[in-house]
């Protein structure tokens, strides 16, 4: 399928790290993105909002090709990575995830391995932690996370017995070990409590000094808080992208209006 | 326990001769041992696959055959084994046949029981893992596997128990021996057929024998399943 309303507006753009061209996607016969055309930019953070089944998730799950390991799941498009269109034949999925990092909606640390071990598990499952001291990766890595001071007595203890804020920055702990270029966060504060959820938000505007990242969420103060350019999505399409100072006070889109001030979603 | 009386640590050792089941109990051993050797990384393997990479026409087909053999009355595997391999390919009774009969009963349980512990290892375990760039193989070994390992361990117990008390199976594969092991290749003892032969006998001594022989068997499952879960009863702790 190709797109029909695209205006050839879309061009690679080098100040973006990623950037998303007429991307569309589909579970089985139902279609789930539709032409959405995002750039995301370096060391910032974009949030991308719209109500439950807008095609968020979809769309940033089609960042690092996670979205094609859902059975019937397809796409077109091209998403680009510092220029480089992932999607291309020759590119490896498994070394697109390594560069582009994920975080969960629920805290998933893995039940069998320890604190340290779930830091740790990034680099043995790649089998990239030749020449690295692990002791090293995984205390940043925890200090990185805003997590160390709270577990550094417990590393051996089940990565599942920590609370469940705590179990969501051990992920990101976990995605940042492997030191991606750009972190993806899927509704990462939707489980947790509000002082759980602020640590989170805290950390999401440290995380942009030395990473990218782009965070879906439903709550649009946590958006209006944490990033510099807003993305808002309605059943499956882009209806308006800016700065989130733009979106939040002067939205273009009557849509994006009415979602921003309640009025639906 | 009407068997109880009967042990003593000459009915373990001496055969049959000097009134032991030590014949039947090596055999037992023996048949257990290598049909495990086989079956289990055959099952698990097969298990695995169904429920990681099943996704497809093969293993839908896989998954039925394994099913139906899994519902399989023995003594059609028996006579199954008894007309290709007693018969056709080797020509005799012996050990070997025995094995393999019992690993056809053996393999589908353990795949069946692999699949499903796999199965509800919850999607989030796998994403995390392929999200931090590991490829599928390493997912499934590394994480996957852990996760499901008391699954599997229970599965794979349950089969071992199974093969070790079929009886139909053996009377037509293995045959029986009153001596102690003479080779793969050569008909050998074995409890549960020591329990069938003896309580058929008219002499109380036998019968008694035999009520002895079914309480070691009873025995050696039980202690089996103790000693797998002792050994892996802290890795398996959360």
Known sequence: ???????????????????SIDLNAWFGQKKALRNVNIGIKTNSVTAIIGPSGCGKSTFIRCLNRMHELTPNAKMTGQVLLDGQNIY??????VQVRRRVGMVFQKPNPFPTMSIYDNVAAGLRLTGTKKGKNLDEVVKQSLERATLWEEVKDDLKKPGTSISGGQQQRLCIARAIALQ???????????????????KIERLVVELKRDYTVAIVTHNMQQASRVSNFTAFMYLGSLIEFGSTTD?????KNPLTEKYITGEFG | MRGAPELSLGFLVNNNSAGGIGPAIQGTLILIGFTSLFGIPIGILSGIYLAEFGNNKYATAMRSINDVLTEFPSIVVGITAYGVIVIAIIGHYSAIAGSIALSFILIPIVARTTEESLKLVPNSVREASLALGAHKWRTTLSVVLPTAKAGLLTGTLLAVARIAGETAPLIMTILGNRYFFQGLNQPMAALPLEIWRDSLQP???????????????????????IIVRLATRGRLKR
């Open chain 1, 180 to 198: 991606p270029e750009v972190i993806l966060m899927d509704e990462p504060c939707s489980a947790l409590d509000p002082i759980a959820a602020a």
């Open chain 2, 203 to 225: 002499q109380a001594s036998l019968v008694a024998q035999g009520w002895g022989a079914a309480l070691i068997l009873i025995l050696m499952v039980l202690s089996l399943n």
């Open chain 1, 247 to 251: 979106i939040f006070e002067s939205p």
């Open chain 1, 88 to 93: 291309d034949k020759q590119v490896d999925p």
């Open chain 1, 1 to 19: 399928m190709t797109s029909t309303n695209n205006d050839q507006t879309t061009t690679v753009d080098p100040e973006m790290k990623m950037q």
